[in-house]
Nanobody, 126 residues
Framework: QVQLMESGGDSVQAGGSLRLSCSVSGHTYRKYCMFWFRQAPGMPREGVASIFIWPSGDKQWVAESVRDRFTISHNSAQNTLYLDMNSLKPWDTAKYYC?????????????????WGQGTQVTVSS
């Protein structure tokens, strides 16, 4: 059974930094995509970043709105996905989720992703 578990969410002041982690277990996919999404109360879910993981190397994408502040990375040895967030703003406040899908790297239909974590809360105060 594939399990994703996020951690690292916290309450921080604007300008601060956080590293979110998503620990993955139970899969045997050789190639797959992983994602970070976020959702603030009353707002639609927003794709933040994705990474295509395969033996020849990873390929990352980060949403333009956060590209100068957020970085996605993956440690294959530890089976862990990361999201490094710097210069946090109050509007970064949201619950952050990781997801994994072995068939697509498109963010178009996230409801169809095979696996999701439970999320971790990030709160940024001004």
């Amino acid at each position: 059974q594939v399990q994703l578990m996020e951690s690292g969410g916290d309450s921080v002041q604007a300008g601060g930094s956080l590293r979110l982690s998503c620990s993955v277990s139970g899969h045997t996919y050789r190639k797959y995509c992983m994602f970070w999404f976020r959702q603030a109360p009353g707002m639609p879910r927003e794709g933040v970043a994705s990474i295509f993981i395969w033996p020849s190397g990873d390929k990352q994408w980060v949403a333009e709105s956060v590209r100068d502040r957020f970085t996605i990375s993956h440690n294959s040895a530890q089976n862990t996905l990361y999201l490094d967030m710097n210069s946090l703003k109050p509007w970064d406040t949201a619950k952050y989720y990781c997801a994994l899908d072995p068939t697509t790297c498109s963010l178009t239909n996230p409801d169809q992703f095979a696996h999701w974590g439970q999320g971790t809360q990030v709160t940024v105060s001004s």
